[in-house]
Each structure stands twice: as C-alpha cells, then as structure tokens.
C-alpha cells in the first residue's frame, strides 16, 4: 500500500512540475514575442486624488507617453530606456544583467471611482513617473465643532 501512494505521490507531483515548466515557457514567449518589459507600479487612492507611480529610473522624459484610456479607464505609460554605452570603453566581460532596456508599456486599470481626467498631471521625480488623478468632486472641508 505504501508503495502505490509513493508511486501517486510522485506522478502527482510530476504533474504539477510539467504544468510549472509549461507556464513558464510560456510566459517566457510571451515577453521575448513582446519585445517590451512592464515597470513596477505602485496606485493608491488618497482623499482627493488617485496616485499612479512607475519606476522608470534612467528614462528620459522626452519620451515618455501618459495616455488615459476613457473606454477601459486606464492609464497607458510607454517609453523607452537606452542603455547607455561608452563607445570608447568596450566591454571585456559581462557579470550580471538585469536591468531592462528597450520599449516597455504598462495599462494599469483605475479603480471605479469618479476621475477628473482633463486635470490629470504626470511628474518625474528620483526615477518614478507620478500621474496625479483628481477625483471629480473632491473637496475636503474641515468643520469647527462648537458647544451650544
């Protein structure tokens, strides 16, 4: 008995490593037929506004699109990092790489709330792209409370 649960236990688990690789490859043609990577991305709601922060570190701002999609209420960012090559210096040997270059593109969904799109503003700062969406309608009013 003990040896046909073990025999389960390994086809089962044999199983899942085949269904692992196969999302892997697959994710791996994914972004290499893609051509583009995605940066991090950080969307929070705050009272009056929705922020919208990605990690572009070594990206000019020139090129550099902010669109918001009204269809799908989303924000489309895209652009491109070059990598910045010394034509003097050429390399002897690569160690390691992991930053990404090239065109990269990322549509982020906002949440469902009511957006004043035509007064959204981008700004670059310390390698984050910061899109500020005000929320239609949002006005903070602060109440003195008084004794009668």
Do not use: C
Not at 42 to 50: A, F, N, P, V
Request: no cysteine; net charge negative.
């Amino acid at each position: 008995m003990a040896g046909r649960e073990s025999d389960e236990l390994f086809w089962q688990g044999a199983g899942d490593l085949a269904k692992l690789s196969e999302e892997l490859n697959n994710s791996k043609l994914r972004v290499a037929a893609k051509r583009v990577w995605e940066p991090h991305i950080d969307l929070t709601e705050e009272t009056e506004r929705i922020v919208l922060k990605a990690e572009i570190a070594g990206v000019s701002t020139a090129g550099v699109d902010v669109i918001y999609i009204q269809e799908r209420n989303s924000v489309m960012i895209r652009g491109r990092r070059d990598e910045d090559v010394d034509s003097e210096q050429a390399r002897v040997g690569v160690y390691q790489l992991e930053i990404l270059y090239g065109e990269f593109e990322r549509e982020v969904k906002l949440p469902n709330v009511e957006l004043k799109t035509s007064e959204m503003r981008a700004i670059f700062r310390h390698g984050l792209l910061i899109v500020l969406i005000p929320k239609a309608g949002a006005r903070t009013i602060k109440l003195v409370v008084r004794e009668n």
